[in-house]
């Protein structure tokens, strides 16, 4: 019976490990979401504003 204990363990791992490598091969989804692109160039536009220097400032 313990042999039979030890020999679940590696096949509950190599279970384990095709469920891993089915999921981590699967395609990627197309997200297609125009208004969250939308929303990442505002957010770029922002900080870009946000982080230019001023003219004689001294950096802060």
Known sequence: MAALAWLIIPVVAA?????????????????GDPASLAEHQRFRAAMERSTATVPGGNGQ
């Open 15 to 31: 279970i384990a490990a095709m469920i891993w490598a089915g999921w981590a091969a699967r395609t990627p989804r197309a997200t």
